[in-house]
């Protein structure tokens, strides 16, 4: 049997089309509901406004996101846990425990050594394979001391 602690555990994954997706609507939804509400006609022009640049913002990512050096990653060594991005390299966390690993996503609650601030990395079931994902909720539920601090 393998054994959970070793170095072999890295996985890297693109943004979900389907997460971004449901974001796109939501807006649309969200941009609906400020044309039908009874509101000032300034408040919603800058609601609008807003909703519109969040929209486009979206899915000006999605067609950038899909680039190769926007990846995302994370690993598990005899260390302890590492994110990769592509302006740092791999660098040590330390994973919180509300971090979540469900059949349809992965959520990673993390820190960053000396940051006292939590950041969150989403991983549906679409930004992996099938077999990768469950490699990736498998490690999370069963390692020993996830929650380890940062060395």
Request: charge should be positive; proline fraction near 4%; glycine fraction near 4%.
């Amino acid at each position: 049997m393998q054994s959970l602690n070793k170095p072999s555990a890295t996985c890297f994954w693109q943004p979900s089309r389907r997460l971004s997706c449901a974001r796109s609507a939501a807006l649309l939804l969200a941009c609906a509901a400020v044309f039908l509400a009874d509101i000032n006609l300034w408040l919603a022009s800058a609601l609008l406004l807003y909703l519109s640049v969040q929209l486009f913002w979206q899915l000006y990512g999605l067609t950038q996101q899909q680039q190769p050096q926007m990846r995302s990653g994370v690993r598990r060594t005899h260390q302890g846990w590492q994110m990769w991005n592509s302006q740092q390299g791999w660098r040590a966390v330390q994973l919180r425990r509300d971090s979540m690993a469900l059949p349809s996503l992965v959520l990673l609650r993390y820190r960053y050594a000396g940051q006292w601030w939590y950041r969150s990395a989403i991983v549906p079931s679409d930004s992996l394979t099938q077999d990768e994902h469950r490699r990736l909720r498998v490690r999370l539920k069963f390692s020993r001391q996830p929650w380890q601090a940062v060395k």
